[in-house]
């Protein structure tokens, strides 16, 4: 039992991070219909800028900012100068270029910082408190509690503001936005930035838990996408709950059955959404919408 | 413009009604490198008054909205509201200049609820304007409210057509360019249409109604004009153009008829 309920505290841990990345998934796709597969490889490259601005001797609070704004700024420029030119073609073309943009940042990541594992400092402190029998450390509550921070005023900005409605009126029809004033390249570009801040926050948390590699991003786009398409790609609040049931089915099979099979679930649970139910758990019935 | 009450209405004198609303002279438009669609156009339509454009299927008449509200450029000529040129504006910017434009097949943003898909109409407002225009277009069409949270998606095409006008509506607009707004409808929910189009055009907003359906949108309409091959080939005021022989023996034909 004391396993049980320790292997569900790593889970919502785990699945804080998955949900930062799910949600960024989903908010890129809500607003451009684009899968961004580079969105993992963003992620990782603010911890291995928080690991040079640490080696220059900054305190680990502005490494860490310095380190998500930098994926911020990536996600930008991969926006502007990648992504912008490719919106006239068919969306298969910009999809292709996200990959292109992925094995890229694996490249020179592996070129500029090597591709041996290189180790970053947790936020908060790894001495677990022993409550009831389990531990839970002080990293594990601030990565719940910036999670929670970021991602529960984020959805309420998409779900109530002009701005949130601007975004999602995009994806659905971006010529009938520009009749009211609206400008999809403007809001294609913020939901790329605030879904490279989101990806970054994830990386900073999540590398001092599993190392640095460069093929890291792959990983963590893995398994970001399952949890998205798990939520139902595109909605925030699935993709915020596909998060911790991916890290819930992940650390559960690496407890009960085999550590190597982690990442096989991810896999399993993409395909098998894929397959039987495409909007996933809280999507948009996409037939019953086309339908009418 | 919906004019609220005690608000000063437009001015009866057709010279300040037409400079209070659209002017389009002599546009030339085009897809792309293509041949032109549209020839040496101009209409007036007044602030208060409805213009329709009436004429066969590929007569330009889409392509005359689309170039009015910037999602076409004119390669000629100009586009004028209430005296400012807005020729060769964005989209983006056309809209916030006070045209507003609801396009053929509605174009509801179906996910979203028909309150979000009015709130979005109403996107250049600030969230004092918002509320009003909504109170405002809610008062003008009550019937949005009571469909409010449903998903717009899932809404008749009736019920779509009301939305995509109360959403165009949500801007405050000074123009007001209708694309086929009868299509698709019941003889009930075109009547809806008509009528609402009659009240707005009343609170001094100038509309301009693109139709297929010649008598219906003539019998509604204060001028209106023949659209063939990209260039207008009959002008003036609706009750004339009806009588016209050329429009009779072109346009009325006995489809038309029956659906009148």
Not at chain 2, 26 to 48: C, F, K, M, N, Q
Request: with cysteine; glycine share 12%.
């Amino acid at each position: 039992m004391a396993i049980f309920g320790q292997t569900i505290i790593s889970a919502v841990a785990a699945g804080a991070i998955y949900a930062l990345i799910a949600v960024g998934f989903s908010l890129i796709y809500q607003t451009t219909k684009l899968v961004n597969f580079a969105h993992g490889s963003i992620a990782i490259l603010a911890p291995y800028v928080s690991y040079s601005l640490l080696k220059l001797g900054l305190a680990m609070p502005v490494a860490v900012l310095g380190g998500v704004l930098a994926a911020a700024a990536f996600a930008f420029v991969m926006d502007r100068v990648v992504l912008a030119p490719l919106r006239t073609r068919h969306i298969s073309v910009p999809i292709l270029a996200t990959v292109a943009v992925a094995i890229v940042i694996e490249a020179v990541t592996s070129l500029v910082w090597g591709s041996q594992p290189l180790y970053l400092e947790s936020l908060a402190s790894d001495e677990p408190w022993r409550i009831s029998g389990l531990s839970i450390t002080p990293n594990q509550v601030v990565i719940v509690g910036i999670t929670g921070a970021v991602v529960l005023p984020l959805l309420w900005i998409i779900a109530t503001t002009k701005v949130g409605r601007a975004m999602r009126g995009c994806a659905q029809d971006p010529e009938v936005v520009t009749l009211f004033g609206v400008s999809p390249a403007r809001m294609y570009l913020l939901s790329f930035v605030l879904g490279g801040v989101l990806a970054g926050l994830a990386g900073v948390l999540i590398a001092p838990v599993t190392g640095l590699k460069p093929t890291g991003g792959l990983e963590l786009s893995t398994i970001g996408f399952s949890a998205a398409v798990l939520g139902g790609l595109g909605s925030l609040p699935g993709a915020l709950v596909g998060g911790f049931l991916i890290a819930l089915l992940i650390n559960m099979t690496q407890v009960y059955l085999s550590a190597g099979y982690g990442l096989g679930v991810a896999y399993l649970v993409m395909a098998l959404v894929l397959l039987v139910r495409v909007r996933g758990l809280f999507g948009d019935d996409i037939e019953a919408v086309r339908q009418v | 413009m919906l004019w609220k009450a005690g608000k000063e209405r437009p001015k009866e004198d057709p010279a300040v009604r037409a400079e209070q609303g659209l002017v389009v002279s002599g546009i030339e438009v085009g897809y792309h490198r293509g041949p032109a669609i549209l020839r040496d156009l101009s209409l007036t339509v007044g602030a208060g008054e409805i213009f329709a454009v009436v004429g066969r299927n590929g007569a330009g008449k889409t392509t005359l909205l689309r170039a009015l509200s910037g999602l076409l450029p004119c390669r000629r000529g100009s586009v004028r509201l209430q005296g400012r040129d807005f020729t060769g504006l964005s989209a983006e910017r056309v809209a916030r200049s006070g045209i507003a434009h609801v396009p053929a097949g509605r174009r509801v943003i179906p996910g979203m609820t028909a309150l979000d898909n009015l709130k979005l109409g109403g996107y250049q407002h600030s969230r004092t304007a918002l509320a009003s225009a909504l109170d405002d277009v809610l008062a003008m069409l009550p019937a949005l409210a009571t469909w409010g949270a449903r998903r717009a998606g899932t809404l008749s095409g009736g019920e779509q057509q009301l939305l995509a006008i109360g959403r165009a509506l949500m801007s405050r607009p000074v123009a007001l360019l209708l694309d086929e707004p009868l299509t698709g409808l019941s003889p009930a929910y075109q009547q809806d249409v008509l009528e609402e189009m009659s009240k707005i055009a009343k609170g001094g907003t100038a509309i301009l109604l693109v139709e297929q359906n010649v008598r219906k949108s003539l019998r509604t309409a204060d001028r209106g004009m023949v659209l063939d091959e990209g260039r207008g080939v009959l002008t003036g005021a609706a009750a004339e153009l009806l009588a016209a022989d050329r429009l009779r023996d072109g346009y009325l034909g006995v489809g038309d008829a029956r659906q009148a």
